[in-house]
């Protein structure tokens, strides 16, 4: 499966935030690289624009991801 579309913008991806090393590892190899449509971050980007993701969010965040969705009113699901 093709990396995820959104990789070159992604501060999770290009390691511009602080998490542990095995953390990104795991979460790339099931996100970026295998399911990008499940991951919290790109579902987010593309309801409000990949500049506006908090940078902090984890693709595996689906709370935190319901919740930004619940205040910009989308009624949008991760699966
Ligand atoms: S963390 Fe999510 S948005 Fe970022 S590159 Fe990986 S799949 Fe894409």
Redesign the pocket.
């Known amino acids: 499966m093709a990396e ?1 579309s ?2 070159p913008v ?1 501060p ?2 290009n390691h511009e935030v602080s998490y542990s090393p095995e953390l990104v590892t795991l ?2 190899a099931r ?2 690289w295998a399911d ?1 449509a499940a ?1 919290a ?2 579902r987010a ?1 593309r309801l409000i624009g990949p500049d506006r993701v908090p940078r902090h969010l984890l ?1 595996f965040d689906a709370d935190a991801y319901h919740a930004l969705a619940a205040r910009t009113g989308t009624a949008t699901f991760l699966r």
């Open positions: 995820c959104i990789s992604c999770f991806f979460a790339k996100f970026c990008a991951c971050r790109l980007a693709p």
